[in-house]
């Protein structure tokens, strides 16, 4: 079966055209102009992925996201947006998006975007598995257990704890302390994570990275406790306890 991919955009162009690329790309796409649409759409038939414009009229893309988040969709979002100021791919990311891309954009770029996010969440399956590059990972404690520096994770529940407290964690922040716990100890660099994260490399302007370990941060650390993610300048992250 084709993914389906809920595409909103509304300049009838560039609607018109990704729709046409997807489509023969193998996608089976639902195109609408604004964001009542897509919330329509997207509770009468849910896709595997979002493609939300920024900037649409009435419910604009982040309205569109930020609903979707707080009724527990967790459905992978792309938003295509024009702005290219830092606080603005922040403000999506912060609304619940998963990845963004700027305008004007490479439509092989879209495609692997998605094909990273469809990866993510299991609805694409990758010929030999995803390259894990140079990073040997720590062994599970369990099929569905890994521990690591006080922090237990539930990988089949999708839950994780520090000591007795359980943290709220969305599904990149689960994935990117997993990648982190599995590893602990060894000093991972932006590449790698990037890589086996979003499953492309941003490059070194990005603050994707850095946006997502504040958000961990902000939910691991505890008054008088170590703190677990380490940066490590120049070269990427580490958790450990000091």
């Known amino acids: 079966m084709p993914q389906t991919v809920l595409l909103a955009e509304d300049d009838r162009a560039i609607r018109h055209a990704l729709e046409r690329a997807l489509t023969l790309e193998g996608y089976q796409v639902a195109a609408v102009a604004d964001g009542v649409e897509a919330l329509a759409q ?51 990311l912060d609304a619940g998006a998963d990845d963004y891309v700027v305008k004007p954009f490479d439509v092989e770029e879209v495609f692997a975007r998605l094909r990273a996010l469809l990866r993510r969440t299991g609805s694409v399956s990758v010929p030999g598995g995803v390259p894990e590059g140079p990073v040997r990972e720590a062994q599970v404690s369990s099929d569905r257990q890994v521990e690591a520096a006080g922090l237990r994770m539930d990988l089949q ?16 922040e689960f994935e990117l302390l997993e990648l982190l716990v599995r590893n602990a100890g060894i000093v991972l660099d932006h590449s790698t994570i990037y890589d086996r994260i979003w499953g492309y ?41 000091d």
């Not at 946006?211 to 993610?229: F, H, M, N, T």
């Open 157 to 172: 529940a999708r839950r994780a704890w520090r000591g007795g407290r359980e943290l709220e964690l969305t599904r990149t």
């Open 42 to 92: 997207a509770h009468r038939n849910p896709p595997d992925v979002l493609v939300l414009d920024v900037m649409m009229p009435g419910i604009d893309g982040l309205q569109v996201c930020r609903v979707l988040r707080a009724e527990g969709n967790r459905t992978p979002i792309l938003m295509l947006t024009a702005l290219v100021e830092t606080a603005d791919r922040i403000a999506g």
């Open 201 to 241: 490399d941003f490059g070194p302007g990005s603050k994707n990275l850095a946006v997502y370990v504040g958000y961990l941060r902000r939910k691991l650390d505890e008054p008088g406790a170590p703190q677990l993610i380490h940066t490590v300048r120049g070269v990427g992250y580490v958790l450990r306890e």
